[in-house]
DNA sequence: CTCTTGTGATCGCGATTTGTCATCGTTTGC
DNA sequence: GCAAACGATGACAAATCGCGATCACAAGAG
């Protein structure tokens, strides 16, 4: 067993065919065809099945897989490592962050992680826990943070809480609503939520009936921060967002924030990653980055 | 980077030099001296500083080989769940467990797990958490049942706690003491301790301070469970052990239980396993004939 | 001091592995 | 029925990896 077998199986498997994963790893397919055939031979069982418009895994073929993406992950990991032991500080960090900390923590973090690393290569993916989690368990993703999910997370990865997420209002600048200042005025309007850690039910609804209100009518869901700005300049919708949205300043002239008495909790920011594959020295600086910011301009001013 | 650069190096730097590891891994000194130069080049920079008599690790060797652990018994563990998957149970189980799960439960698994996996190797050490910590992080102990050394376990480590553990007193058959009842009878004996958990403080120690009596004189401290016997059964020393020893057979005849009244506690029994890194179907099996043979004998008797 | 012993580095050579190219048989969709 | 996409196979070239022999060096013994 080597490491090019679990390549070769990742890539075909990821692409559905021999020859569509020899195009990609730029090999002939012959040669693909019979490292293959020398894998199977060796564990003694097919880790395809051979259809005609392309393979399938087998069971056998979905265990190797699966250890084949942490195994790679891992000896990439290595690699990066070393070459950052080394000063040149190539290699790339790749962490899913929440809308939350993009607004609040992100911008002040960029310019001292270019000036120690200024080689690495960024990879940010705007996303919540849901979509990240197989990323994060194969590691692929360095760590996340952003709402945890229903606080369960699979066995291998481990999470640590940062901060008590707060919620506020927000609607288009010159919607009348803006004098309000309970949440009781708020309950005929209509909602925008991207709420995403609640797939059932929806978040707006259980902060509401908190207060005692009638569930109000929630018209659109957005997964990502553009279609919230989008969606909520272009109509006298509200919505309820991380407090962290006040300080966006591209925002501050289309946005208003609707400053109501009652606090509104949201679920915790917390941190996700691998428990074991130790981060490269590079994601290990940007996450202390991370955590410092936060500690400053988050965990000092609220509460 | 190839797996075989992995093995080479965590080869060489366990043996302290290239041709006792080459003799180990049984090719010429001449390839091995070509590998590592190869490996070196594609890292840009030392893996081993070459001395007089061998070589030792650089910073950055350390890094490789770390992760180089983790990584091949990832690889050697895929390969067995493979194996496994296609019926055939062949591969190794290697876990480590203390004297009380020796004596009560392993009793009882060894045939069922037998049964079922015929050919599997099981691998098992009897020892204590400090000294498996490290195998455990890399992975070549797949978990380890026994007390939980202060409650605190590496970050890649998963633990999981079984039940709480119970101590008796024993002493040689024939001990005059062994007509004892209560503690307080026991202060002016010698002792025998085989507690490895507490370092600086010994076990026997707290627990005479918790009935509020002085600390007796612990004469013997013994790691392994032939040292406890032999030195029991020759000597009028008394030892506090896990209540589990009352159940062994061979001992019987040779040792007795004083019976006092009070409730001994003693530290709990977890299990600890690397967090990610799923166990081969062969090691899940075994821990949970382990898990419902301690679910059954001491859960279900105790308290 | 010299001699022995253990070490890593280097070279030439053969075996093995791994790649390429061309070709074949099969299945699917038009 | 035919073109397109797929995997399997054989012949051959290139790269890799093994071996043995040999060298240079340092440490310890006498």
Redesign the interface.
Known sequence: ????HFQLVVAVAERGSIRAASRHLGIAQSALTRSLADLERE???AIFERRARGVILT??GE??VS??R??LN??R???E???Q??GLGTGTVTVGLSIAIHLAVLPHVLRPFYVRYPEVRLNIIEGFYPTLASSL?DGSVDFYIGPESQGKVS????REVLFQGRRTVLCRQGNPMIAARSLRDLADARWISNSITMTAEDEIGLIFRDFGLPVPKVSIRSQSALTLITCLSNTDFLAMVPMQWTEFELTRKTLAEIKIKEKLLAPSIALVK????PLTPAATYFLDLLRRSIERRILRGAN
Chains 1, 2 share one sequence.
Do not use: W, Y
Not at 1 to 4: N, P, V, Y
Not at 274 to 277: F, P, W, Y
């Open positions: 067993m080597k490491l090019s564990l003694g069982d069971p056998i265990a190797f250890n084949g942490v195994i891992h000896v990991r290595t690699g490592e070393i070459r032991m080394r368990r066995p291998e990865l481990s691998r428990a074991d594959m």
